[in-house]
């Protein structure tokens, strides 16, 4: 009785491990944070591949990540854009923004190469094809890099809650694990 009992259990155990990992509550949000390739390639080429294997992938895009959207949507060559750019410069140079925000990040756009690489694009363009649902942070592009009003233009998906980074409690109450790249 026994000896049927522990190998009713066994089998019953194997099955269960055969299902899809979807079914068994592997879901994965993964949070890119940097505007390069070596951080951004592998991060979304992880989520096709996780998405291959069933199992349920959501992207959150925040920090210099949020930075890739520019040139994704053609935004570096519209005029708009442009005249963002010298504006910013101007700004840098004067005296008061010397002395008081010279460190602030959007500064840096200005030293930045924000063109991003063919194979970014690529990646990009897996992403949508495999349907694995993006988020831009609303915050990150607000706060940081003052580039929230050329993303919502280009019509990302942006966070609802332009104050506050992207909201992640939710995903842990359903059991999603988090992956940082």
């Known amino acids: ?67 890739s959207f520019i040139d994704l949507n053609d935004g570096l060559s519209k005029p708009a854009w442009q005249k963002k750019m010298k504006d910013l410069a101007v ?36 992403i949508k094809d495999e349907k694995i649902p993006y988020t831009v942070c609303s915050a990150s592009a607000k706060y940081i890099y003052d580039i929230y009003v050329d993303l919502k233009a280009t019509g990302e998906p942006l966070s609802p809650d332009s104050e506050a980074p992207v909201d992640i409690s939710p995903f842990i109450k359903q059991g999603y694990q988090i992956l940082v790249y």
């Open 1 to 67: 009785m026994i000896k049927k009992s522990f190998i009713t259990i066994s089998m019953l155990l194997f099955m269960v491990s055969l299902l899809p990992a979807q079914e068994n509550g592997q879901n994965v949000v993964m949070i890119l944070g940097k505007f390069s390739d070596s951080s951004l390639i592998p991060g979304l080429q992880r989520a096709v591949q996780l998405k291959k294997a069933g199992i349920e992938v959501r992207i959150i895009f925040e920090r210099e990540a949020v930075l």
């Open 91 to 126: 700004e840098r140079s004067t005296d008061t923004i010397k002395d008081f925000l010279a460190e602030h990040p959007k500064f840096k756009l200005l030293d930045m190469n924000l063109k991003t690489s063919d194979t970014l694009k690529i990646w990009m363009q897996k």
